[in-house]
């Protein structure tokens, strides 16, 4: 496996659901990241982690919560979702110091909220 | 507030010249990135400057202006396969990414 693996690919919950996003980097990066991707919009970025440290977490609403639990792994917790929080769930990597290579992303978690 | 700019959609022949435009204000530069991204696929490195100048890569080419706060991203002898999004993104003085909405290619025959 190289790069930045994500799963699961595509995800339908109901809005009282709890589910989790998976994401795992097999490029001895230290930094990680969860994107939202919506149509036409800008990535926003929710979170960040730095040698497994969160170092920003974007106004995000409680109802998404990350966890870190090495420098490999990202995770990020969903429970009472809702319908705007369909989107396309987007984790990266980086080597933190290493500028000029920007991010190395996954392809994604398509989430449907129902 | 940091701000970029791009067109939504843009549309072009396949064997010909696209040029996809860039501009932004950021609270400092740090760098702009060209991201590729295919319809439910991740965004992919294309390109990075730093420095005033054209960048070539293949059929590909960015170029920038930090004065003039602007970037282009040329692709030469399109192929079908070009067929995509491509993503503006500015790294700011504290080194985070700041992405524009990017913009949807569409190659035709």
């Known amino acids: 496996e190289t790069g930045v693996t994500q799963t699961p690919r595509h995800l339908v919950m109901g809005m009282t659901n709890k589910k989790s996003l998976k994401c795992e980097q097999h490029?001895?990066?230290?930094?990680m990241y969860w994107y939202k991707q919506s149509a036409k919009k800008p990535l926003e970025l929710m979170f960040v982690y730095s040698l497994e440290e969160r170092v920003e977490n974007n106004s995000v609403p409680s109802r998404f919560s990350p966890e870190c639990p090495n420098s490999s792994h990202l995770v990020l917790h969903l429970h009472t979702l809702q319908p705007e929080d369909s989107a396309l769930y987007l984790c990266?990597?980086?080597?933190?110091?290493?500028?000029?290579?920007?991010?190395?992303f996954g392809s994604g978690t398509r989430l449907t909220v129902v | 507030g940091q701000n970029i700019d791009q067109p939504t959609e843009m549309t072009a022949t396949e064997g010909a010249i696209v040029q996809i435009n860039c501009t932004y204000q950021t609270s400092g530069f740090n760098g702009l990135f060209w991201y590729q991204q295919h319809a439910g696929e991740a965004p992919t490195f294309l390109s990075y400057?730093?420095l005033d100048g054209l960048e070539e890569k293949g059929r590909f080419s960015s170029f920038l202006s930090r004065s003039k706060g602007y970037s282009y991203l040329l692709l030469k002898e399109l192929q079908m396969k070009d067929s995509a999004s491509y993503l503006c993104?500015?790294?700011?003085?504290?080194?985070?990414?700041?992405w524009g909405a990017g913009t949807k290619l569409i190659i035709k025959p």
């Open positions: 990266a990597s980086s080597q933190e110091t290493g500028e000029g290579y920007g991010y190395t």
């Open positions: 490029l001895g990066h230290n930094a």
């Open positions: 400057n730093v």
């Open positions: 993104a500015v790294k700011d003085s504290n080194y985070q990414l700041i």
